[in-house]
């Protein structure tokens, strides 16, 4: 319970700091402060396999998501076919990813960042495709400091999640609860 609370007050403060930094350099990182703090708390907290896959697979997402937004202004119609088309893209290349690394990046983490990404910028987007390459870049930079923000808080606070253990692996078999170093991980990974 005391790691919990630890959690939470962390977290709270982190966004909140982000948001008085924010004010008073204008940053411009109030619109994303919480979703972005509480994307890097989850990335964190959630105890499946190391920090650094959890990483790479929500910068995956991201990425995928950030690249949706291309395709979708450059060659997709702005209807409601073509945000369906764009989204099934997204979902479909964050299954790849897990697919291509044989599961070693789970599939939540992707989503997760595409989630991120699509939930910061949609309405940026909206407002003006056309703009697409200043708005978008801005979109992301703002969201990913408030997501370092908040995995800081998580990484600072969190039980173990700095080296949290992996869950089930390709063939839904139960990992060991010790914990992986990064060594470890690579290993796996050859």
Not at 28 to 52: C, H, K, N, Y
Not at 53 to 79: E, K, S
Not at 115 to 125: D, L, M, R, S
């Amino acid at each position: 319970m005391r790691k919990l609370l630890l959690v939470g007050v962390l977290l709270a403060f982190a966004a909140a700091a982000a948001i008085v930094a924010s004010a008073i350099l204008d940053l411009e990182l109030e619109s994303v402060a919480l979703l972005g703090a509480a994307m890097g708390a989850v990335i964190a907290l959630i105890p499946d396999r190391t920090l650094f896959v959890r990483v790479a697979g929500f910068g995956a997402g991201f990425v995928i998501a950030w690249i949706g937004y291309v395709v979708r202004a450059m060659w997709l119609p702005d209807t409601s076919s073509g945000r369906a088309v764009a989204a099934a893209i997204v979902v479909f290349a964050c299954v790849a990813v897990t697919a291509g690394t044989l599961e070693r990046i789970p599939l939540w983490a992707p989503l997760l960042g595409a989630g991120a990404f699509a939930g910061a910028y949609e309405f940026t987007y909206n407002v003006a495709p056309p703009e697409l390459a200043d708005t978008s870049l801005s979109t992301a930079t703002t969201m990913l400091f408030n997501v370092g923000v908040g995995l800081l808080a998580g990484v600072l606070a969190g039980p173990g999640s700095a080296t949290a253990t992996p869950s089930s692996g390709r063939h839904g078999r139960r990992a060991d609860a010790e914990t992986t170093t990064f060594d470890e991980m690579l290993e796996h990974t050859k």
